[in-house]
């Protein structure tokens, strides 16, 4: 399994770093496109919601990545057309009305958690293509830190009944491991900021991670499944890999606004 994960990210990183710093704003939006789609997919497949109506809405939810990429921001009547859209087509459906909430659900958290979130990575990539890749490394060294500590000295269970086997010691670790990534990082691409920043924004990033892996852990333990796909040999599904980015996205994204707004 390890050396899967190491084989895997050693061909996928330098590549996504290429893509991410020297390719147009456009190329970006594809690949959020195409994380959203897969990650939808996962998601629904998860809560037993398969065929044309798994493909069709995982589709829908580019809508709020597209309205990013062209204004900045999700109007509401998109949201608000996506919404009677879903309603309307269950209530129509043969089934009758029992059931109805929980069959809408899925679609409505999935579109929020997924498409919604990614649309941060854009407001992100508009200020700065190292910002993005800033938030995706600082979270996979929280990530890291978290498991391989939890490994070898985790003993006391952090939320055992969503994650058996997250723990205290790993949590602890993946805020300084936030916190060291965030500081490497900002040397490495020398993001303007200085290093009591870049450690508090590490550390809020790493807490944040955490959380985003325990939402997804909660959604999993719901449905019993360890991953949520097979996507990436050794990493599990698209959703495992970005989970705690979903989260710390946004709260990026909100502490560079107050950051510049009142510091900069």
């Known amino acids: 399994m390890l050396f899967k994960r190491i084989i895997v990210a050693a061909i996928l990183l330098p590549l996504l770093y290429a893509y991410i710093m020297y390719l147009p704003d456009c190329y970006f939006l594809m690949l959020m496109f195409v994380a959203a789609i897969i990650c939808m997919e996962e998601f629904l497949l998860m809560y037993g919601i398969k065929g044309l109506p798994r493909h069709v809405f995982s589709v829908v939810g580019l809508i709020p990545l597209f309205m990013t990429y062209k204004y900045n921001e999700i109007p509401a009547y998109v949201f608000a057309a996506i919404f009677m859209g879903c309603v309307t087509l269950r209530l129509f459906d ?8 929980i069959d809408i659900a899925p679609f409505l958290t999935g579109l929020l958690y997924i498409p919604v979130s990614l649309s941060y990575f854009i407001k992100l990539r508009a200020i700065g ?11 996979w060294g929280a990530d890291s830190a978290a498991l391989y500590t939890g490994k070898a000295i985790g003993r006391r269970k952090l939320y055992e009944r969503v994650s058996p086997n997250k723990t205290v010691e790993g949590a602890i670790a993946a ?3 936030g916190a060291a990534s965030a500081v490497l990082l900002k040397i490495g691409f020398k993001i303007r900021m200085d290093y009591l920043t870049a450690i508090g924004i590490g550390i809020v990033l790493g807490i944040f ?13 719901e449905r019993n499944i360890k991953d949520s796909g097979s996507f990436l040999p050794g990493h599990g599904g698209m959703l495992d890999k970005v989970d705690g980015m979903l989260i710390s996205a946004p709260v990026l994204y909100y ?9 900069g």
């Not at 043969?94 to 909430?101: D, I, S, V």
């Not at 293509?129 to 979270?139: D, G, Q, R, T, Y």
């Not at 991670?209 to 333990?221: C, N, P």
Request: aromatic residues 14%; proline residues 5%.
């Open 255 to 263: 502490v560079i606004l107050f950051i510049n707004k009142y510091y």
């Open 175 to 177: 805020l300084i491991g």
């Open 129 to 139: 293509p190292e910002i993005i890749l800033f938030l995706m490394f600082v979270i």
């Open 209 to 221: 991670g955490v959380i985003g892996d325990l939402i997804e852990s909660m959604f999993k333990r």
């Open 94 to 101: 043969r089934k009758g009305p029992e059931g109805a909430l």
